[in-house]
């Protein structure tokens, strides 16, 4: 069974930066992209980035291009967020995603997300 | 950017009735359309994966169809379980977008 745990997140202050990690298991974690999604809270969902199973490819949202970056550690099985440059419309919860199969474009499971606040 | 307009944005059901929901795309996605469910301070979970293919686990009761820009979720008779958000979401081209949702609430 696929299993994702997020962590990382929390209160940081405009300007500020934070890095979300993931931790994956239940599946074979180095075949398959990876995914963040977030959500303000009472909101819709965001899908924010990608990256490729040997984390050679990434693809970002407009809205967080240049300031975060996607990567991924295939020994330990962990996908990571750093985020900088933080501004208040980053506050949401943040959820990695794995899709079923091994198009970059499917999501399927998700873990059950970390806060990230961003306020001063 | 692929725009995904869902209707309705809520509605309130009964246990046993019949529920559709509907989403739209604003360019043909061919089949790349999944249906997820989340309740309250959860992830959202899987229902229906490629327009059609029910994921593992999930009721019959559920079912989606659709192709091209106009796809259906459809609950053939509501389950108290049920009362929950779905959101649609394109897997055709980045960035990936969902829908903003329907909220069914039980009447």
């Known amino acids: 069974e696929v299993h994702l745990v997020e962590s990382g997140g929390g209160l940081v202050q405009p300007g500020g930066s934070l890095r979300l990690s993931c931790a994956a298991s239940g599946f074979t974690f180095s075949n398959f992209w990876m995914h963040w999604v977030r959500q303000v809270p009472g909101k819709g969902l965001v899908w924010v980035s990608r990256?490729?199973?040997?984390?050679?490819?990434?693809t970002y949202a407009d809205s967080v291009k240049g300031r975060f970056i996607i990567s991924r550690d295939n020994v330990k099985r962990t996908l990571y967020l750093q985020m900088n440059n933080l501004r208040a419309e980053d506050t949401a919860v943040y959820f990695c995603?794995?899709?079923?199969?091994?198009?970059?474009?499917?999501?399927?499971?998700w873990g059950q997300g970390t806060l990230v606040t961003v306020s001063s | 950017d692929i725009q995904m307009t869902q209707s309705p944005s809520s509605l309130s059901a009964s246990v046993g009735d019949r529920v559709t929901i509907t989403c739209r795309a604003s360019?043909?996605?061919?089949?790349?359309l999944n249906w997820f469910q989340q309740r309250p301070g959860e992830a959202p979970k899987v229902l229906i994966y490629t327009t059609s293919n029910l994921e593992s686990g999930v009721p019959s009761r559920f079912s989606g169809s659709g192709s091209g820009t106009d796809f259906t979720l459809t609950i053939s008779s509501l389950q108290p379980e049920d009362f929950s958000t779905y959101f649609c979401q394109q897997s055709h081209l980045t960035p990936l977008t969902f829908g903003q949702g329907t909220k069914v609430e039980m009447k």
């Open positions: 360019r043909n996605i061919r089949s790349d």
């Open positions: 995603a794995s899709p079923r199969g091994f198009s970059g474009y499917t999501i399927d499971y």
């Open positions: 990256i490729n199973s040997d984390g050679i490819a990434t």
